[in-house]
């Protein structure tokens, strides 16, 4: 099995003079294999005092 997996990522460069400067940099990985995926999901907690939408009109 394969995925699309995204990251982001913090780089820093140190110049000559002992100056350090970061950025951020966001991607995909593309088409990576993955052996096993585990996942955590929490139980949904209703949301008290929700104010409904409209209901849609044909």
């Given amino acids: ?7 982001t990522g913090r780089l820093s460069r140190t110049n000559h003079n002992g100056d350090t400067h970061w950025t951020y940099i966001t991607g995909t ?6 052996g096993e995926i585990n996942a955590v999901v929490e139980r949904c907690q209703p949301v008290p005092h929700v104010v409904r939408c409209p209901q849609a009109q044909d």
């Fill in 29 to 34: 990985y593309n088409d990576v294999s993955v």
């Fill in 1 to 7: 099995m394969t995925g699309d997996i995204p990251f």
